[in-house]
């Protein structure tokens, strides 16, 4: 029997609705510029690549009517690397006439952040909190409440976690009752009650501009060189600018 040793696990998610993409047929998968033949899926969206080298790589996804989406795959994992990649909607992407189109224009100082990637998203109806004073670098687990439905919150995935002086982005990898599994564990402390908010991360830009479309209007959140943005959006089209001192 030939066994195969898993080197990474990517869950396929639609960055405007949010679903998970189960269907694989549609997906071509290129690994260091060379086409994946018989790229492994599992039913729930997963995309296996198995017997990788201990050195990077780099993963390029394509699917009709979404952009592409670069991974860098890191170098000396000890463990399988587990993520969700977001596929941003392209040409031939159906979007209703309410979508809302956000122009973000990001700075270094006075300089365009060319090629800079920023973390966007917006504050669910469903309201993911920590539940218990705080959570520091641990076993990877922490106590939650959802005000709303859980199942609407795109888990396993991306969340910015901002109460107070600190911010942290984390991967959710699920919430099993009230319990909160990270990986890895979190580094910060944060307090009772500290807000997560679902993430998506997109890339600047020759101009240091992103396009952004969201699905209603509301408060934005960003992520950017270690800061934490907010900007109320409304329907329609709208021009954002934001900027670090480095």
């Known amino acids: 029997m030939i066994r195969h040793a898993m080197s990474a696990a990517y869950l396929l998610r639609d960055?405007?609705?949010?679903?998970?993409?189960?269907?694989?047929?549609?997906?071509?998968?290129?690994?260091?510029?060379?086409?994946?033949?018989?790229?492994?899926w599992k039913r729930e969206g997963y995309?296996?690549?198995?017997?990788?080298?201990?050195?990077?790589h780099l993963l390029r996804i394509s699917?009709?009517?979404y952009r592409d989406e670069l991974v860098k795959i890191p170098a000396g994992e000890f463990r399988p690397v587990e993520d969700t990649i977001t596929l941003?909607?392209?040409?031939?992407?159906?979007?209703?006439?309410?979508?809302?189109r956000v122009t973000l224009t990001l700075r270094r100082g006075k300089d365009p952040a060319a090629g800079d990637s920023v973390w966007l998203g917006l504050i669910q109806r469903s309201r993911l909190k920590l539940a218990q004073e705080k959570t520091e670098n641990g076993d990877g687990e922490a106590h939650l409440f959802c005000d709303g439905i859980a199942a609407q919150l795109p888990i396993p995935g991306h969340f910015l976690m901002a109460g107070g002086k600190t911010a942290e982005l984390v991967y959710l990898r699920s919430l099993r009752g009230e319990t909160g599994a990270f990986v890895p564990p979190l580094t910060q402390t944060h307090s009772r009650g500290t807000e997560l908010i679902p993430m998506q991360s997109y890339a600047a830009d020759e101009a240091g501009k992103v396009q952004v479309l969201l699905r209603e209007p509301g408060k934005l959140t960003g992520f950017f060189g270690g800061r934490v943005f907010e900007a109320e959006l409304h329907a329609g089209a709208q021009d954002l600018e934001w900027k670090t001192e480095d």
Request: glycine letters at 18%.
């Open 15 to 40: 960055g405007f609705t949010g679903r998970v993409l189960t269907d694989g047929s549609s997906t071509r998968c290129l690994l260091d510029g060379r086409p994946l033949s018989r790229p492994l």
């Open 47 to 56: 995309l296996i690549l198995t017997d990788l080298d201990g050195g990077e």
């Open 63 to 65: 699917r009709r009517g």
């Open 88 to 100: 941003k909607p392209g040409p031939g992407y159906r979007f209703p006439q309410e979508t809302v």
